[in-house]
């Protein structure tokens, strides 16, 4: 990922403006987190994202965390149903209330068609506009670089990389001096078969929602500044469409 501990926070946008629910899709390392970071600041709206859900279930070795750690760690998706239940259980929390932005979900078909029926029903607040979606693109060897070069600081949690934001002293988080460390899953190997799994069960819900209609692709292989201005951009057209 391109984050740095040196990034801006970009500026609050006008109060009047309410994203809604959004959803980010594109492959392992396009830039999902970082863009829903960027927008959770400017918008004050939740991300919600799937895989640090799992992941801080992993860290506090829930039962669901137990289950789902060799599955993560080998890239191999979770089961929908369990997913679902962990966003629908998120979306019921008052934060949500202006809009969200689901970060690395729905990954499958059977996820998007649960969303779909899900926001559907939903009678109040902001789920009753309906969801756009942004997919950001990037080429594979960009997406590997990021992916296998990726680091991050175990106490603050800034996210470093080895080829395009490397730390000043090698392996050392630049604010905490901690060891940076690797996610398991964000070996070379892994990442093959993330992509794989990306391309096969993935990328058909980025046609499902491109033929939906409320749908927009923007480029991620752009600093991380313009990146997020097509996004800003792109929900902006959604919304007054
Ligand atoms: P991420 O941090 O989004 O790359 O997710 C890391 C891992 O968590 C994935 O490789 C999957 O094993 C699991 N995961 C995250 N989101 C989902 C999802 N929507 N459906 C199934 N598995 C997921």
């Known amino acids: 990922m391109t984050s740095s501990a040196t990034q801006s926070t970009p500026a609050p946008a006008a109060i009047t403006f309410v994203p809604g629910p959004v959803l980010l899709l594109g492959a392992p390392g396009v830039g999902k987190g ?3 970071q960027r927008l959770m600041a400017q918008y004050g709206i939740p991300q919600i994202s799937t895989g640090d859900i799992l992941r801080a279930n992993i860290a506090k070795a829930t039962p669901l965390g ?5 599955l993560i760690d080998q890239g191999i998706l979770v089961a929908d149903a369990i997913v679902q239940d962990m966003v629908a259980d998120r979306l019921q929390q008052p934060d949500t209330a202006n809009g969200y932005i689901l970060d690395g979900f729905p990954r499958t078909l059977g ?3 649960w969303l779909d029926e899900y926001l559907a029903q939903s009678e109040s607040g902001v789920s009753v506009l309906p969801v756009v979606a942004v ?3 990037a080429d594979f060897t960009e997406l590997l670089h990021r992916i296998t070069g990726r680091r991050t600081c175990p106490a603050c949690k800034r996210i470093y990389n080895v080829y395009s934001n490397p730390p000043l002293r090698e392996g ?7 060891a940076l460390v690797q996610r398991p899953d964000d070996s070379e190997s892994v990442f093959l078969d993330r ?5 096969e069960q993935t990328a058909p819900v980025i046609e499902h929602y491109r033929h939906q209609g409320r749908f927009r692709q923007v480029q991620g292989d752009l600093p991380v500044e313009q990146v997020t201005a097509a996004i800003n951009a792109a929900l902006r057209e959604l919304r007054t469409a």
């Open 195 to 199: 992509m794989k799994t990306f391309e």
């Open 34 to 36: 970082t863009q829903a």
């Open 172 to 178: 050392l988080c630049d604010v905490e001096q901690a």
């Open 135 to 137: 997919s950001i693109t």
């Open 66 to 70: 137990k289950a789902a750690k060799d």
């Open 111 to 113: 996820q998007a068609h």
